[in-house]
């Protein structure tokens, strides 16, 4: 059995989430890890798992009432760009990439949060849908929404410019297994230091781009799992992601208190 269609649908629901519009809150949160969206469990009412199909685990719940989604996106731009081609079409409103991420300044701890403003473009997806120089900026209220909550968590954060790199070893600066056969392998790395940008990680600049050309709101706040300039990396990082989990959940019921009325 097939069908004919640019975007088929799975018993009415779409291919890779494998959910349909009634499931979709207006603000949808973006781990990388379907680990994580676990973590939702102790802090949301009415909590469920919707659907889990290869990397993708959607759950939903309510947090002080307002309804919203936890979506796992895997790891790196092509199986973000999937996520949140799904989720838009869906209808979701306003997109919160949350996770993990490597900080590139000396003053910033490992557990400590890091909120980006935009992102370097080196994801990879986004450049089938905007030229190089289409920048990848977060929404400016939802920003200011997750800063005011990150304020009320009293825990240290940052604010500043990321680099979105799809590739985790070389392209962060990592020697690929050790072997150092390219004495160059470090360039793009200390280019970012160069160029005074604050965290590297992997999704942000997808979410972004792809959501400011199709008039969503997007942000992102992650916790420093580890310093690559100091080399101190956090063992153990559940706590701090669920601190980050509990931060970014005030930060919703800010997005529609203040930006979904």
Known sequence: MYIVADNPLYDNKVPHLRCEKKDICDVVLLPGDPGRVEFFREFLDDFEIISSNREYKLAKGKYKGYPVNVCSTGIGAPSTEIAITELIELGAKALIRIGGT???????????????????????????????????????????????????????????????????????????????????????????????????????????????????????????????????????????????????????????ENCLK
């Open 102 to 256: 490597g900080a590139i300044k000396e003053d910033v701890e490992c557990g400590e949060f890091i909120i980006n403003t935009a992102a370097v473009r080196m994801g990879g997806a986004s450049n089938f849908y905007a030229m190089p120089e289409y920048p990848a900026v977060a929404d400016f209220n939802l920003v200011m929404c997750i800063k005011e909550a990150c304020e009320e968590s009293g825990v240290p954060h940052h604010m500043g410019i990321g680099a979105s790199v799809g590739s985790f070893y070389r392209g962060q600066g990592r020697n690929p297994l050790g072997i150092n056969k390219d004495k160059n392998y470090k360039n793009l790395y200390e280019e970012f230091i160069r160029l005074n940008v604050l965290n590297i990680e992997m999704e942000a600049e997808t979410i972004f781009t792809l959501s400011s050309i199709y008039g969503v709101m997007a942000g992102s706040i992650c916790t420093a799992h580890c310093n690559r300039l100091t080399n101190k990396w956090l063992v153990d990082y559940e706590e701090p992601q669920k601190r980050l989990c509990k931060t970014a959940l005030e930060a919703v019921t800010k997005v529609y």
